[in-house]
């Protein structure tokens, strides 16, 4: 039961990153793990690690070749969020706020997920040794599905940046209301009709933008010429950017649309790729686009 | 006698002309783009190395531009973000409206004084061979009441105008008997406190003779911000924060979604019964 169950907490964890690789590449990258391999290698590589030891230990194979890769991966993630936590309490990790206003604002604290991998890995993992049978022949059919699974997963992976996948990989998705996409907890919690109270009410078109980028720059007047026209849902745009390069974009581009500035926390799970967009009616998320609105139709 | 003739009738020819230009003027129309510029205070005004406070300058958001008007420039200078450019105005181009608001004619013609640079913060330009540059303003630190908020950004009013407090919750907020005070702590750089600060002081304004209080306390940028000995005193990580004291007993704090409806949050942590925020 044990090994089932670390199975399916290492298979859930997978399908996250499998249908949004991009997301953990850019973890490893931020983690330094990418010390012998480009992040994108490690990251492929652990996905296929993940993907095989849960097929492995929900198929029943409780052999020490799996169990103790299967250990090591429990104790790296478990090293992962020890370093953050104790990073956090040193003061060694770094403010998330963009603009400044949210101070460290996290959506679980270092030290609760330390101890939420610890409770939910370790015993699982620990009953998984238990109760193995006596030597056995290898399980070669067994071990060639799970071969030929993880590679369709790698091969999925690759391909998911491509596939509309967008409401499937992100917490932004028709039927969502605005009031309920948030980050942190308890008085640090934040939410999107903070950020954006005017959602809350009438109808708007949302982007989310990276102001860095050329996208961001290229998408200026469209969104110019629809935010002066006279007709349609209003335009709002949300960026994680930090105050100086709001404030370079600003003058750089010209936007003739407001935007908002929110905790990189909050905009991350909305999101694959950006520009992303949405339109929210009276706080409802109606319709999601993968990259700018329809403006000519919504301009109606 | 004779030569006053010629001086009269070159003075009647003045005042003629004046009052036609001035039909001409409040008939000619306005701009269809360069118009309801608001004064602003966003900025600090320096012209070739020297502080002009009082220079005046507007901004229109629909047309994504800046018109600064000073006697340190013989024309106003219109400032677009639209273009990336500085261009200067005829000042008989520029009408000034009752409400206070600026527009351009629609005949105004615009001569480009080169393209703006920004550097770090500042945004600058040539005009007339000097070096203008808008300076965001200082950030407000330190204890300040709502005057000194609303001289140092004007714009705040526009925001508390529109925002419209629970008639029922703000009466009973009015007619609850203990001393309350609710002590907020602001970073004038912050864009949310921009969007959330006008409604505590429209809350100030409608709670006044009350016995609910309210003080302000402004926090440098980050991260100077979170080492304010203030700040650090009563734990303050993030903003905007109101810190609500009864009977100067702290008895909760306001942060993030609860300042959509301020008169809510504080009259819950005042202890009046009223349904959660949200």
Known sequence: MGAVVLGLVLLVAAYAKLIHPEGFVEQIAAEKLDLLFSARAVAFLALALEVALGLA?????????????????????????????????????????????????????????????LALLVPALGLAFFGRGGRQPFPRWRAACIALATMASLAFAWKAPDLPLDDLATRLKPGVRVADICTGQGSERVCLDFVLPEALKGEHAVVMMDLTSEKAAAAVPALNAYATGASGPSLWALSAAEGEQMHRFYWERGPLFEIREAPPSLLKPLYRRLPRSFLVRDGLVVETYSSLPPLARLAG | MKPSQPSRAWIAAVCLTAMAASTALSQAAADSVLRDFSPTSEFVIWIAGKEVPKAELYESPVAGAYLLITSSLASPVLVSRRTGTAESINLMKVVKRPDGQVDLLADATLTPLGRLGVEGTDILFKAENKEVRFKPKPPLVGAHSRADLLAHSPAYQRTADAYRPDPSTLDRLKRQPKNAEVRIFFGSWCPHCRRYLPNALKLEELTAGSKVSFRYYGLDVPPQAWRDPEAVKLGVKGVPTAIVFVEGREVGRIQNNDWITLETSVARLVGIPVPAAR
């Not at chain 1, 104790?86 to 400044?100: K, M, N, P």
């Open chain 1, 57 to 117: 230990l929900v198929s029943g194979i409780r052999r020490l070749w799996v169990l103790i890769p299967a250990s090591l991966l429990v104790a790296f993630f478990l090293f992962l969020t020890g370093r953050s936590w104790y990073r956090e309490a040193h003061g060694l990790s770094t403010a998330d706020g963009s603009c400044g206003c949210f101070g460290n604002l996290v959506e679980r604290t270092p030290k609760e997920a330390f101890f939420q991998d």
